[in-house]
């Protein structure tokens, strides 16, 4: 599923700083719909960085926040919490009730100085193998152009 | 308009209250008490469960000390099947925590009446018992009596704790009775409001008439004493936001945790039978551990504090009722209180919740709107 594609071919032109700069993006896709939906850009091709790391979950409403706010603060530098769209969940309001808890932690997060754009919740069913890989390139830049978590280096965490 | 009973004061307050409760149990209002009294010694006032009329000795909502946020007794002595009558009487930052733990499923509230009293704040506990200590009177009279006169922020020139300074509900008219006392003449009457159909059941059962009024001064009282405690909330909402608005800021507010986990032990809201981060999700094996030494070059020990409280903090402070006991059980003195008051105040400002303001109001977390929150 995961291509052999560097990071810097799929971006575009970072500058010479940027470019030393690999990401690590962690990504919690539910079963139903995201996780089909990587796969599907696997298999359809789509070209997307290898520093994504999917972990397949249940349901976006299986993700405690905590496990996001260990991926940051173990090396994550971004991470991509992805489900299945609005009322389409296959536990009818997993994703919905995943939405309240990611706005919780952004909003955490933002407070004590941590970039709130590294973390991210998308909707992606499993026909939008091409969204999948938009998403995940997307993020790839962002992330380049925040540069480094900071926290993840602190050991004195 | 509220509807009120009045009480005349004959001995003093307490003793006019003490005699309502133990009348509460004597004339079978109901099964078991949940008070506040004064321990044998007189240092402290801690809760009690109460069954016999006769131990009705020494109740004291009024106690310038607050051990613990009692609302968890509710957890424990009732459950689904509850059919005992229970009175309980809290100051309001348990009762928020009551009504939380209610719309948590954590305490059925079907046969208790709980009834609230007018809070002027509380001490550090080492602070009180020493000033009980020495004190040759009843200290909780003596103390109402300086209250009055010198203002509210400091005891015998002792702070009250940051929780208390910065209370915006020093009153909660929404438990089924509330005890008034506030700008009102303690020495001469206090004042039961029944705000709850079940409330104006119990007092009317008890041969009491309820009339209808307002008293301007208690509201009066009241506003000065929001309005003062607003402003103190504001500056250390102001200092605590400063101080963490970065990493590294965040980190030397941290440092002294000891991954103790008292601030959870004592927290109302935290009512999990085994906490997350005491359960085996997070434990290490001696594997892991080197191994994680090993790429990152070296790890504090203990591990995981801020995971700890990054992460405590998305479990319930939606429903943090800032009641400041996780900051009194800090041995290293972490400024919990405005952590949670600051951080706190932005999450629930997100789903527009007041936690603890009523029971009909749905958790943040329990549920959801189909059309919200697009900018996540």
């Known amino acids: 599923m995961v291509t052999d594609t560097k990071a810097e071919e799929t971006v575009d032109a970072p500058n010479e700083n940027e470019k030393k700069f690999e990401p690590k993006i962690i990504g919690f896709l539910c079963n139903w719909c995201s996780y089909t939906g990587a796969d599907l850009a696997g298999v359809s091709r789509l070209q997307y960085p290898p520093n994504f790391i999917p972990i397949r979950v249940m349901c976006t409403g299986a993700v405690d926040p905590v496990y996001v706010i260990k991926a940051l603060l173990e090396g994550a530098d971004a991470v991509l919490v992805a489900g299945c769209h609005p009322g389409d969940c296959h536990y009818l309001s997993g994703n919905y009730k995943a939405r309240r808890r990611i706005a919780i932690l952004k909003k955490l997060l933002e407070d004590i100085g941590l970039e709130e754009k590294r973390v991210r919740l998308e909707w992606i069913s499993a026909s939008e193998g091409q969204k999948f890989a938009d998403t995940v390139n997307e993020m790839m830049k962002e992330t380049i152009k925040l540069g480094p978590n900071p926290i993840k280096s602190e050991w004195d965490i | ?376």
């Open chain 2, 1 to 376: 308009m509220a509807k009120i009973v009045r009480l005349d004061v004959k001995k003093d307050v307490l003793a006019t209250l003490n005699d309502f409760f133990r009348n509460l149990l004597k004339n079978n209002m109901s099964d078991a008490l949940v008070v506040p009294q004064n321990l044998p010694s007189g240092v402290s006032t801690v809760q009690t469960i109460v069954g016999d009329p006769e131990s009705v000795i020494s109740v004291n909502p009024f106690a310038f000390v607050l051990p613990a946020n009692s609302a968890d007794i509710l957890v424990k002595t009732t459950d689904d099947a509850s059919k005992q009558r229970i009175v309980a009487l809290f100051r309001p930052c348990e009762m928020r925590a009551v009504f939380e733990l209610a719309k948590l499923h954590q305490i059925n509230l079907e046969n208790v009446t709980l009834i609230s009293v007018d809070c002027l704040g509380t001490l550090p506990i080492s602070d009180y018992t020493e000033l009980a200590g020495k004190s040759e009177e009843d200290l909780t009279l003596k103390l109402l009596k300086e209250v009055e006169n010198n203002g509210i922020s400091t005891i015998s020139g002792r702070d009250l704790r940051p929780a208390c300074l910065t209370c915006e509900f020093p009153v909660i008219d929404t438990a089924d009775i509330s005890i008034w006392t506030l700008g009102l003449n303690k020495d001469k009457e206090i004042l039961l409001s029944a705000n709850t159909p079940k409330g104006e059941v119990l007092l009317s059962n008890m041969g009491f008439e309820l009339t209808e009024e307002d008293p301007s001064e208690r509201k009066t009282a009241l506003e000065a004493l929001i309005k003062a405690r607003e402003e103190s909330r504001d500056k250390l909402i102001q200092g605590v936001k400063e101080a963490v608005a970065d990493i590294p800021g965040f980190m030397r507010v941290l440092a002294g945790c000891i991954n103790c986990h008292n601030c959870m032990k004592v927290c109302p809201i935290c009512y999990c039978k085994e906490c997350f981060f005491e359960s085996d999700v997070l434990k290490s094996s001696p594997k892991q551990y080197l191994d994680k030494a090993g790429k990152k070059g070296v790890i504090r020990m203990p591990m995981d504090t801020v995971l700890y409280h990054i992460g405590r903090m998305n479990h319930m402070i939606t429903s943090c009722v800032a009641c400041g006991q996780c900051e009194s059980a800090c041995p290293s003195k972490i400024p919990l209180l405005g952590i949670y008051l600051a951080l706190g105040k932005d999450v629930q400002t997100v789903f527009n919740y007041l936690p603890g303001k009523s029971l009909d109001e749905d958790l943040p977390l329990a549920t959801f709107k189909e059309e919200e929150l697009s900018e996540v």
